[in-house]
């Protein structure tokens, strides 16, 4: 077993593959990852039973069957390595075992997520992968788990290669058998869309969400250029959703909008058992949630701004258009949309909105209401912090 380790450890550094038919588990994350994740809410303060709580309520309050199917332990779920160097689960914190709790799960009809690192600890100091991969993939695997997010603290000290690092954890969960969706938490820092496409099923594109608006907007600005990359089976992911935890209504509405726009991984971070309806309505919204998992599997594109308005479009399967405008400032903005001045050929599509000889039907997703159709043009107003978004819907 040392000499395994020894081994494993070795191929991060030089970047050796210990396999040489490793790869992904292409059929998983075909359209963006959805799902909740301890982390925003509970921090390192979770155990047994929250997770049971949080996988009872959302098999029963509509989460499950809005398409939010993982339930994520991130960091602290951890107790030392055994003398073989096998990871075990706190056993105070989890007293039946993470096996019985993927059980539970999956009689639910949810899957199990779990946390690990990429070095030496994990950011809060539990034990990490590094030198480890093989066998903690094999305890996932034994576990019954069906996601493993890999974070990216304690490498730098062993200069960690993060595309190699990365590739042996997707070889060590391949070598198991079990399809298990790796999500890679790098923070961008190693330009992860140029090279893991075929590695991760998703990967972060910035640091750490904040619970704040600003936050939001920021991790928004850095997705300019990043669309080319991503597409079914490989998202970049700009991070967690913070709906729900504190900003308001508009912003949460925003937020969460923004995501769909740029078919992020939808990975809940707030308390699910206990959510006021604003909430529950904006998350589980299935017709903006739909523009997410849209099969065409392209990202929205920023094609312009005016004032605190920013113009979004994403490209549809079936021929259609999602419309999404931002209002990034404070108070609520009026616009008259003229749709042909807002025309589009997107490259990576290979599609026009085509205004001047196409009419679309908009159909607002927020007050779920039909408004005409893009023949003339729109007056509307954008309450400050939120957005309008709209399906256009071509007409035969």
């Given at each position: 077993?040392?000499?395994?380790?020894?081994?494993?450890?070795?191929?991060v550094?030089?970047?050796?593959?210990?396999?040489?038919?490793?790869?992904?588990?292409?059929?998983?994350?075909?359209?963006?990852?959805?799902?909740?994740?301890?982390?925003?809410?509970?921090?390192c303060?979770i155990?047994?039973?929250?997770?049971?709580?949080?996988?009872?309520?959302m098999?029963?309050?509509?989460?499950?069957?809005?398409?939010y199917?993982?339930?994520n332990?991130d960091?602290c779920?951890?107790?030392?390595?055994d003398?073989?160097?096998?990871?075990?689960?706190?056993?105070?914190?989890?007293?039946?075992?993470?096996?019985?709790?993927?059980?539970y799960a999956?009689?639910?009809?949810?899957?199990l997520?779990?946390?690990?690192c990429?070095?030496?600890?994990?950011?809060?100091?539990r034990p990490?992968?590094?030198?480890h991969e093989?066998?903690d993939?094999?305890?996932?695997a034994?576990?019954?788990?069906d996601?493993?997010?890999e974070?990216?603290?304690y490498?730098?000290?062993d200069?960690?290669s993060?595309?190699?690092?990365?590739?042996?954890?997707?070889?060590?969960?391949?070598?198991?058998?079990?399809?298990m969706?790796?999500?890679?938490?790098?923070?961008?820092?190693?330009?992860p869309?140029?090279?893991?496409?075929?590695?991760?099923?998703?990967?972060?594109?910035?640091?750490?969400?904040?619970?704040?608006?600003?936050?939001?907007?920021?991790?928004?600005?850095?997705?300019?250029?990043l669309?080319?990359?991503?597409?079914?089976g490989?998202?970049?992911?700009?991070?967690?959703l913070?709906?729900?935890n504190?900003?308001?209504?508009?912003?949460d509405r925003?937020?969460?909008?923004?995501?769909?726009?740029?078919?992020?991984?939808?990975?809940?971070?707030?308390?699910?058992?206990?959510?006021?309806?604003a909430?529950a309505?904006i998350?589980?919204?299935?017709?903006?949630i739909?523009?997410?998992?849209d099969?065409?599997g392209i990202?929205?594109?920023k094609?312009?701004?005016?004032g605190?308005?920013?113009?979004?479009?994403?490209?549809l399967?079936?021929?259609?258009?999602?419309f999404?405008?931002?209002?990034?400032g404070?108070?609520?903005?009026?616009?008259?949309?003229?749709?042909?001045k807002?025309?589009?050929?997107?490259d990576?599509?290979?599609?026009?909105?085509d205004?001047?000889?196409?009419?679309?039907a908009i159909r607002?997703?927020?007050?779920k209401?039909?408004?005409g159709?893009?023949k003339?043009?729109?007056?509307?107003?954008v309450?400050g912090?939120?957005?309008?978004?709209?399906?256009?819907?071509?007409?035969?």
């Amino acid at each position: 077993m040392k000499h395994l380790l020894e081994i494993a450890a070795l191929s991060v550094l030089l970047c050796l593959p210990l396999r040489t038919e490793a790869q992904k588990f292409e059929e998983l994350g075909k359209t963006p990852a959805m799902g909740w994740n301890s982390w925003n809410k509970y921090a390192c303060d979770i155990n047994e039973d929250l997770i049971k709580n949080v996988i009872d309520a959302m098999s029963t309050n509509g989460l499950r069957d809005a398409g939010y199917v993982y339930v994520n332990l991130d960091d602290c779920w951890h107790d030392q390595r055994d003398s073989l160097g096998f990871i075990h689960a706190d056993p105070v914190k989890f007293k039946s075992g993470i096996k019985s709790l993927s059980d539970y799960a999956h009689l639910k009809n949810m899957k199990l997520g779990i946390y690990t690192c990429a070095g030496t600890k994990t950011c809060a100091g539990r034990p990490g992968s590094l030198g480890h991969e093989y066998q903690d993939a094999l305890q996932y695997a034994k576990w019954g788990i069906d996601y493993v997010k890999e974070d990216w603290c304690y490498t730098h000290d062993d200069h960690v290669s993060a595309k190699c690092a990365y590739m042996v954890m997707r070889d060590a969960i391949y070598s198991t058998g079990r399809p298990m969706y790796l999500s890679l938490c790098e923070w961008g820092s190693n330009k992860p869309w140029e090279w893991a496409k075929d590695v991760g099923h998703s990967w972060r594109t910035t640091g750490d969400i904040e619970n704040s608006f600003k936050s939001v907007l920021d991790i928004i600005d850095l997705q300019d250029s990043l669309r080319k990359y991503a597409g079914p089976g490989h998202w970049n992911d700009p991070d967690m959703l913070e709906v729900g935890n504190g900003m308001s209504e508009n912003e949460d509405r925003a937020h969460f909008s923004m995501w769909c726009m740029l078919a992020a991984p939808l990975i809940l971070g707030n308390d699910v058992c206990h959510m006021c309806k604003a909430t529950a309505d904006i998350i589980m919204n299935k017709e903006v949630i739909a523009l997410d998992q849209d099969t065409l599997g392209i990202e929205g594109l920023k094609i312009g701004k005016e004032g605190n308005l920013e113009f979004w479009f994403k490209p549809l399967a079936n021929g259609d258009w999602a419309f999404c405008i931002l209002n990034r400032g404070m108070d609520a903005a009026k616009y008259t949309i003229d749709w042909k001045k807002l025309d589009l050929n997107d490259d990576l599509s290979k599609r026009s909105t085509d205004f001047d000889k196409s009419v679309y039907a908009i159909r607002n997703l927020w007050t779920k209401k039909n408004e005409g159709t893009t023949k003339k043009e729109k007056e509307v107003v954008v309450p400050g912090h939120d957005v309008l978004v709209y399906r256009l819907i071509m007409k035969k």
